[in-house]
């Protein structure tokens, strides 16, 4: 109980800051000129080292069988909720999908590199979510009329094992046809579908 309503108050303070990162306006980030000059945006940058200490104080107060099964369970929960509260509900362009790819794959995921040696299998929907929003505006458009189609059903519509084949190519195997769609319909720089 005690352990309950310390752990309760340790997370206001990651809440919040994570709160603050689904809040970045993802579709006005401006380019830069390489993939070279990324950096963490500053509100991932808050809510990592919030992250960090929380895990590090708790790690140090629990023995290790209780905290593996703890920052697992922490990773599942920023995963669901990065995906909903930032992938689903905002919109991206290509400037805005490689900066949230690059505050993911280069900072979250190593942060949980600590604790286990594939720290992306603890993200899956939010990494494939990323790997959907950076494909090639060609690829990403194509895919995105193969899963309509085939979604609704329309006259030129592959099937479900064409679509699901289409989905494999390009890395993504836990997402559904339907949450692929949504996510590809999230980039608002890409010309809208003709079925749509």
């Known amino acids: 109980m005690l352990w309950s309503i ?9 809440n919040e800051r994570i709160g603050v990162f689904c809040g970045t ?27 960090r200490q929380q895990l590090e104080t708790i790690n140090q107060e629990l ?31 290509e400037a805005g999908a490689q900066q949230l790819q690059y505050d ?8 949980f590199s600590e604790y286990t040696t594939k720290p992306e299998n603890y993200f899956k929907q939010t990494r494939e979510a990323c790997q959907l929003l950076t494909v090639l ?5 194509l895919l995105r009329e193969v899963l309509l189609a085939n979604v609704k059903g329309s006259s030129n519509s592959c099937s479900d094992e064409e679509a699901e084949t289409a989905l494999r190519d390009v890395g993504v195997r836990r ?18 579908s003709s079925l749509h």
């Not at 993911?104 to 942060?111: A, E, Q, S």
């Not at 505006?137 to 458009?141: N, R, T």
């Not at 997402?175 to 809208?192: E, F, G, H, S």
């Open 6 to 14: 310390r752990s309760r108050r340790r997370a206001r303070p990651t």
């Open 25 to 51: 306006r993802w579709q006005v980030v401006a380019a830069g000129d390489d993939d070279l000059s990324l950096e963490l945006t500053s509100s991932a940058c808050d809510m990592l080292a919030t992250l």
């Open 63 to 93: 023995a290790g069988p209780l905290f593996h099964p703890l920052w697992m369970r922490v990773a599942e929960n920023i995963d669901d909720y990065l995906y909903n509260e930032v992938v689903c509900s905002v919109f991206f362009n």
């Open 104 to 111: 993911m794959t280069r900072n979250l995921f190593l942060l």
């Open 137 to 141: 505006p060609g690829s990403g458009l």
């Open 175 to 192: 997402l559904t046809k339907q949450n692929a769609l949504a996510v590809l319909m999230r980039r608002i720089d890409w010309p809208q």
